[in-house]
């Protein structure tokens, strides 16, 4: 877990892998960061695990479903009761069942356009 990064309460870890969480990442409630699948084309349906990347300031809503080897990008936000099998790009949002990108991330000084220093333009 990097510096304030958050797993709030009734998150599930299902940690077969690594999961890692960057700097200011924030995992909301009851949300599932799942690091293992099994092989279906397996006769013996083996066991599959791939690690789990939660970028710098990005946040997984609530209830939300993580999948095996998915790396959330900075600043990406996944919405609510999302279900990502995917990777998500850096300051984007994306939601539903399966994920699909909604819209770029825009940061903004208390609802102004104005961008904050250091963070990056659409």
Known sequence: MGNHSCLAGDVD?????KIILGDFATVSQQAMLCTATHDFNDPEFR???RPIVIGPRAW?????FVGPGVN???GAV?????????????????GGN????????VITEHGTEERKPGLPST
């Open 98 to 105: 399966p994920s699909h990108f909604l819209k770029k991330r």
């Open 47 to 49: 066991l599959v695990t």
């Open 13 to 17: 870890c299902y940690s077969v892998d």
């Open 60 to 64: 997984i809503g609530a209830r939300a």
């Open 78 to 94: 996944v919405g609510a009761a999302a279900a990502v099998f995917r990777d998500v790009e850096p300051w984007t949002v994306v």
């Open 72 to 74: 959330v990008g900075e």
